[in-house]
């Protein structure tokens, strides 16, 4: 089982990674078709979603950037170039492809609000978490917890709606969606054994 909790200075010595595999910037709608073509040849792909934060109250940005991650990719869409197309919202309704995340129902609200979809196939880590015990919900204790390794958080307040993204906001951004993937993995086979992937999910959508 894993560890229920950890401390700062626990988690401070953990190894620190990031996400391995070849990271893709998408900022036009006809980038799109192919990134999903992609990304609907497995079975479960990481998500997670980026926004500008907010620093003066009332005051509220959209959803800037959606990431996308297999263990070899990561799309990073830039959503207010690209918008929501169809082919993105199918994507979003079908349950044969599993998409994990933390705290994803303030994601998925923020996307719908570009253009509306019937959200398939989401899946919310903290459900998982609570069935295993554990005590801490971020996605950043829970990748000390199940993972073993630590994951930089410096870039979660930088501006996503830059004109050009940094190398380290794309590698944070990847990092996220990697990371709720191979929680999800890890997390499933302790709750099932190491059956199937598609059963018994705590799905949304």
């Known amino acids: ?38 990304l609907r040849q497995f079975p479960v792909v990481g998500f997670d979603t980026e926004t500008k934060p907010s620093f003066k109250k009332g005051q509220v940005h959209k959803v800037a950037l959606l990431q996308l991650a297999t263990d070899e990719m990561a799309f990073l869409f830039r959503v207010q170039q690209t918008g929501l197309p169809a082919e993105l919202r199918r994507f979003f309704s079908d349950p044969a492809v599993l998409k994990p995340g933390v705290a994803i129902r303030d994601d998925l609200k923020a996307l719908q609000e570009l253009q509306f979809f019937r959200p398939g196939g989401f899946i919310e880590l903290q459900d998982y978490a609570r069935e295993l015990g554990l005590q801490h919900f971020s996605l950043k204790k829970m990748s000390a917890l199940v993972l073993g390794f630590r994951i930089s958080k410096s870039q979660q307040l930088s501006n996503w709606e830059a004109d050009q993204l940094t190398e380290a906001q794309m590698l944070y951004a990847a990092t996220d969606a990697w990371v709720s993937l191979k929680i999800y993995e890890n997390m499933f086979e302790m709750i099932n054994n190491g059956t199937t992937v598609h059963k018994n999910n705590p799905e949304i959508g």
């Open 1 to 38: 089982m894993f560890k229920e909790s950890i401390s700062k200075e626990e988690l401070a010595e953990l190894p620190l990674r990031q996400f391995p595999g070849e990271m893709k910037l998408i900022d036009s709608a006809r980038q799109v078709k192919d990134a999903v073509d992609y």
